[in-house]
């Protein structure tokens, strides 16, 4: 992927996204997208488009993560959500398992689900969520395997390679069907953009090591003596001639 002409297309007036600019935040933002896919994706556009058309639906277009309602801290956050099935404490650690991340999970069981990518236990630690490298591999490896969906299907089963998009079924892999005209909107914007730049980024091949051809040893070969230093070596020799006659 060409990411400068990646950019430029999003902040074309048109591109029905961001509009004529980014801030770094965003820019931030989107690049760790970028990177989590190229290592954990599937190499898709429309993958990496829907990707990237959740995140700005649930970030509110800052493309970082964030906690739900837009909350400055977990106080504030508990207050947005107390009224909400999933707004009171739960589990062994008492923790209010609200939206968090670039995908917003939340409950209890979803954390827990998403622990193994995060490398960390989510149930113990769901700030983790708010990692930006934590966040959008969970977002990448959730949108895949369908794990968000009731029917247990993931983002291909929607946005086939071969085949139309069912775009209305594609948000289940996140959140029912709320919101997602606007998300198909979104979704196609980025797509526009990816193929723009000549499609998803990869995951840069692990230099090797390049072999070095042993060079040989050169061999130095006696040379004879000359000059004084064989007429001394005559001399000596005689003498211990004469010692033995």
Known sequence: MDRTAFFAALRRRTSGVFGTSLTQGQVDGINGILDAFATHGDGRGKTLAYA????????????????????????????????RAYGQPAGKYGHVYYGRGVIQITWLKNYDASSKDAAYDLVAYPDKMLDPAISARILIKG???GRWN????????YLPTNGPDDLKNARRTVNITDKWELIAGYYKAFLSAIKEAGGVPVKAPT??????????VP????????????????????????KQA
Do not use: C, N
Not at 220 to 230: L, R
């Open 143 to 145: 949108l895949l395997d």
């Open 207 to 216: 230099p090797q090591p390049v072999p070095v051809d042993p060079k040989p």
């Open 52 to 83: 990237l058309a959740t995140a700005y639906h649930e970030t509110g277009a800052r493309m970082v993560p964030v906690r739900e309602g837009f909350a400055k801290d977990d106080a504030s956050a508990r207050r947005i959500v107390a009224k």
């Open 219 to 242: 061999t130095i070969e006696p040379q004879p003596a000359s000059g004084w230093v064989a007429d001394l070596i005559k001399a000596i020799a005689a003498i211990f001639t004469r």
């Open 150 to 157: 009731g029917a247990g299907k993931g983002i291909a089963s």
